[in-house]
């Protein structure tokens, strides 16, 4: 959520600026007084807002995994041993769904997280997405 934060604010990634660096610098350049756990919360409503968008746009669960050679060894390299196991990839999946606050069976913010974000107007967008996943 803290990349999302810097990313949303333009902030380089190549200085490597911790956190509350980066915090203090947005709010010297708006103005606004930031506090950490407000960035965060920046992040997050950012985040979810983008899942909402994909998954307007058609995007769903089974699109969340990653290329199949993930999966499999490779001849070299930090995989060569121990490739990713699938099970535990999408049990990662559903854990990071639950931290966020978004279905575990759809990945869909739930209406209860987008209050608690302010961003309880998603939820109009979402009615198509929760209408085909019943």
Same mark, same amino acid.
């Given at each position: 959520l803290w990349r999302t934060f810097g990313d949303?604010?333009?902030?380089?990634?190549f200085v490597p600026w911790t956190f509350n660096q980066q915090v203090e610098m947005m709010g010297h350049l708006t103005g606004w007084d930031y506090t950490t756990a407000e960035a965060l919360?920046?992040?997050?409503?950012?985040?979810?807002?983008?899942?909402a968008y994909n998954l307007r746009e058609g995007l769903s669960v089974? #699109?969340?995994?990653? @290329?199949?050679?993930?999966? &499999? @060894?490779? @001849?070299?390299?930090?995989? &060569? #041993?121990t490739p990713l196991d699938p099970e535990n990839f999408v049990q990662a999946v559903e854990t990071f769904y639950e931290l966020m606050g978004w279905d575990t069976d759809t990945?869909? @913010?739930?209406?209860?997280?987008?209050?608690?974000?302010?961003?309880?107007?998603?939820?109009?967008?979402l009615a198509s997405v929760r209408a085909t996943a019943v």
């Open positions: 949303s604010g333009v902030i380089c990634s919360r920046l992040g997050e409503r950012v985040v979810t807002m983008h899942r089974a #699109d969340d995994t990653l @290329p199949k050679r993930f999966f &499999k @060894p490779t @001849p070299r390299g930090g995989l &060569k #041993d990945g869909t @913010p739930t209406t209860t997280k987008l209050i608690d974000l302010g961003i309880e107007w998603v939820e109009e967008e």
